[in-house]
């Protein structure tokens, strides 16, 4: 057909090219005219042609041919080896047994898919595409922004450092010269009184010359000199100057203002969702928002008796399980504040930590016996026995495995591993440069792990929240916040996270509790009267649950509205 004039043209025989397509053929996809179809049926008899009206072109299925047996045609599919098969494939054994489709039902069930995958990838996956790429787009344009006005506030902050090192100087510079000018009047004053004794000098020498002119006895006699005073020197005054110590260049930067490094993050749970006009499960599960109070309140006080209080993890919302300075660890009634149960460790030693499962079961590291337990069923298992390695810090992840916070037998190394029941299956030691990511030796050191997947450890050595993600790549080090309630370091113990992906962790030095997003940026404290803090836990419902080792006490806090 003439391009130029196809929107007035019919379709024409693909054979003579001249009449009205009346006949299509299925099996060779040729149009025809009804005075063709002989023709066509006999130009390759080694086929068997499908010829039915161009109406109804494409409805005759065509069956693929063997790949065994040349010129048959395949009218089953074999489930078993996935692949069709012809009579002749079927009369021999191979196929023997194995689940046979009829190739027809295959190829409905297939256009269904397909259908359905095609509905799916225009109603859903595209618009979701899209949606993402406009986000995108929009989050870059508020990059921009944003970037934009940290560089301003940076060049404020600058602006105003400026006009405060001008005033320092000129108040150094003036202090300078009034030294110079009190230093200045007193050396006057000491060479006023000089020169007034050079003057005296003076005198009695022209004195002395004139008495020595005479002869005159008596005069002579009643002469008398100062020269034991003038022998007598004056003091020397030696000024000194006043000293400039100038402030560590170096410091500077730290004193300015530092930045806390930005990161993206990506995580299934906390990723995109398809786009949906039903809610999805995963958006049915994401916590409500909630706000931090501007007051923490103390809910209530659980007396445990016991001394020398440290971790504390929840069995539930009504429970809550503690251990201290022995091999005792005690489980107690959060609204009672009685004591429900009482368990010793297997070889006697102070458990080092303690996590509670998905499944509600009681873990427990044993530094010294290089062993992590379970308890089921009130009885206590070994689950994990190292070589060269002592267990500290445990927790119960999302997905049942446990990550263990380690030191080895030297003190000279620390890691993170993940074991799934007794198998190791990740080991997170040092960042991509090759550094050691936690401090080595010996201290109390925490492990979380936060709704997006992130692995918090509060490393008391290092004075510093170690946070890598699922990968165990590092995404930040938290060390400290200006003006904290005591002013003094960070020394961080007890770790864990909320509903809303805040990390919290103890500062055992300032007494309180530090609350910082999932990116490491500080939010504020919790400081309601708190004595020597050490082991936190959140519940269900984010009730803070904070040990204090002196007064054996557990405090049960509300911070989130």
């Given at each position: 057909m003439d391009p130029r004039t196809s929107a007035q043209d019919v379709m024409r025989c693909d054979l003579c090219e001249t009449a009205v397509v009346q006949m299509h053929c299925d099996t060779c996809l040729v149009n025809l005219c009804r005075a063709c179809v002989g023709e066509h049926m006999v130009s390759d008899e080694s086929?068997?042609?499908?010829?039915?009206?161009?109406?109804?072109?494409?409805?005759?299925?065509?069956?693929?041919?063997?790949?065994?047996?040349?010129?048959?045609?395949?009218?089953?599919?074999?489930?078993?080896?996935?692949?069709?098969?012809?009579?002749?494939?079927?009369?021999?054994?191979q196929h023997l047994g194995h689940k046979l489709l009829k190739i027809l039902q295959v190829l409905n069930e297939k256009k269904e898919k397909i259908i359905k995958e095609n509905i799916e990838l225009n109603q859903i996956i595209y618009p979701t595409y899209q949606d993402i790429a406009s986000d995108v787009q929009n989050r870059m344009s508020q990059l921009e922004k944003e970037y934009?006005?940290?560089?301003?506030?940076?060049?404020?902050?600058?602006?105003?450092?400026?006009?405060?090192?001008?005033?320092?100087?000129?108040?150094?510079?003036?202090?300078?010269?009034?030294?110079?000018?009190?230093?200045?009047?007193?050396?006057?004053?000491?060479?006023?009184?000089?020169?007034?004794?050079?003057?005296?000098?003076?005198?009695?020498?022209?004195?002395?010359?004139?008495?020595?002119?005479?002869?005159?006895?008596?005069?002579?006699?009643?002469?008398?000199?100062?020269?034991?005073?003038?022998?007598?020197?004056?003091?020397?005054?030696?000024?000194?100057?006043p000293t400039f110590s100038q402030g560590r260049i170096q410091k500077l930067c730290k004193i300015f203002g530092t930045l806390i490094s930005s990161s993206f993050s990506t995580s299934e749970k906390t990723g995109y969702s398809m786009k949906t006009t039903q809610q999805s499960p995963e958006a049915g599960s994401s916590p409500p928002v909630k706000q931090l109070l501007d007051e923490p309140e103390i809910v209530s006080t659980i007396d445990t008796g016991f001394g020398y209080l440290y971790n504390v993890v929840c069995q539930n919302d009504e429970e809550i399980w503690t251990t201290r300075h022995n091999s005792t660890m005690k489980l107690f009634s959060i609204s009672q504040g009685s004591l429900l149960k009482s368990i010793t460790t297997k070889s006697e030693n102070m458990p080092d930590d303690i996590t509670v499962t998905i499944s509600g079961d009681l873990v427990y590291t044993d530094y010294w016996d290089k062993t992590v337990n379970i308890m089921r069923k009130e009885k206590i298992e070994e689950v994990i026995r190292l070589q060269n390695w002592r267990p500290s810090g445990v927790c119960s992840t999302s997905s049942g495995d446990l990550l263990v916070i380690m030191e080895s037998d030297d003190n000279k190394q620390t890691k993170v591993v993940r074991y799934s029941g007794s198998t190791e299956k990740q080991t997170i030691q040092f960042?991509?440069?090759?550094?050691?990511?936690?401090?080595?030796?010996?201290?109390?050191?925490?492990?979380?792990?936060?709704?997006?997947?992130?692995?918090?450890?509060?490393?008391?050595?290092?004075?510093?929240?170690?946070?890598?993600?699922?990968?165990?790549?590092?995404?930040?080090?938290?060390?400290?916040?200006?003006?904290?309630?005591?002013?003094?370091?960070?020394?961080?113990?007890?770790?864990?996270?909320?509903?809303?992906?805040?990390?919290?962790?103890?500062?055992?030095?300032?007494?309180c509790v530090h609350i910082i997003d999932q990116d490491g940026q500080f939010l504020r404290y919790i400081d309601c009267g708190l004595s020597r803090p050490w082991g936190l836990c959140t519940d269900t419902n984010d009730n803070l649950f904070v040990s204090q080792n002196y007064l054996n006490q557990v405090k049960k806090i509300k911070y989130l509205q």
């Open positions: 086929k068997k042609h499908e010829v039915v009206r161009f109406t109804l072109r494409k409805s005759t299925p065509l069956y693929p041919g063997c790949k065994i047996h040349d010129k048959q045609q395949c009218t089953m599919y074999c489930n078993q080896c996935d692949i069709p098969v012809c009579d002749t494939c079927l009369a021999s054994d934009g006005d940290l560089s301003t506030a940076i060049t404020q902050h600058g602006e105003s450092w400026h006009r405060e090192i001008d005033k320092i100087v000129q108040k150094l510079k003036a202090e300078v010269d009034e030294m110079k000018n009190s230093q200045l009047q007193t050396l006057q004053k000491h060479l006023d009184e000089i020169k007034k004794r050079i003057s005296e000098i003076k005198n009695e020498i022209s004195s002395f010359e004139v008495d020595v002119d005479y002869n005159d006895i008596s005069k002579l006699l009643r002469v008398t000199s100062n020269i034991d005073r003038h022998r007598k020197l004056p003091e020397k005054i030696v000024h000194s100057l960042n991509e440069q090759g550094y050691t990511l936690y401090s080595a030796g010996t201290c109390y050191r925490n492990i979380t792990e936060n709704r997006n997947l992130d692995i918090c450890v509060s490393d008391n050595r290092a004075k510093a929240v170690v946070v890598v993600n699922q990968a165990g790549k590092l995404r930040f080090r938290y060390y400290e916040h200006a003006h904290t309630p005591k002013n003094k370091r960070l020394s961080p113990l007890g770790i864990t996270t909320d509903s809303q992906s805040h990390i919290l962790t103890v500062d055992s030095n300032n007494d």
